[in-house]
Nanobody, 124 residues
Framework: QVQLVESGGGLVQAGGSLRLSCAASGRTFSSSAMGWFRQAPGKEREYVATITWSGLIPYYADSVKGRFTISRDNAKNTVWLQMNSLKPEDTAVYYC?????????????????WGQGTQVTVSS
């Protein structure tokens, strides 16, 4: 069993920055790919970024590329999402996920574990 706990969300003005953290319990963290997703009101859950178990290879959605950075420290069982140059359209609940992967038609994204989410609100 793995528990994921996100923190670091809040209210920020457009152009500002936030750093989200996801603390994981369980011994499988260091062997798990980790990801960040977000869901805005009335919209489906959206992929933001993922990072391989080694932390060497990050991937980003086009909408956040160049502004967000995903990183991890396996010794601390933690993955971060540094968000810079925030825009109002980045407003959403952000979720951390372990071993995320695309689901089938109409399934959206699947993961071994999801966090409870942290709210990010960007004002214009």
């Amino acid at each position: 069993q793995v528990q994921l706990v996100e923190s670091g969300g809040g209210l920020v003005q457009a152009g500002g920055s936030l750093r989200l953290s996801c603390a994981a319990s369980g011994r499988t963290f260091s062997s798990s790919a980790m990801g960040w997703f977000r869901q805005a009101p009335g919209k489906e859950r959206e992929y933001v970024a993922t990072i391989t178990w080694s932390g060497l290879i990050p991937y980003y959605a086009d909408s956040v590329k160049g502004r967000f950075t995903i990183s991890r420290d396996n010794a601390k069982n933690t993955v971060w999402l540094q968000m810079n140059s925030l825009k109002p359209e980045d407003t959403a609940v952000y979720y951390c996920a372990a071993n995320p992967r695309p689901g089938g038609p109409k399934q959206g994204y699947l993961a071994d574990y999801w966090g409870q989410g942290t709210q990010v609100t960007v004002s214009s």
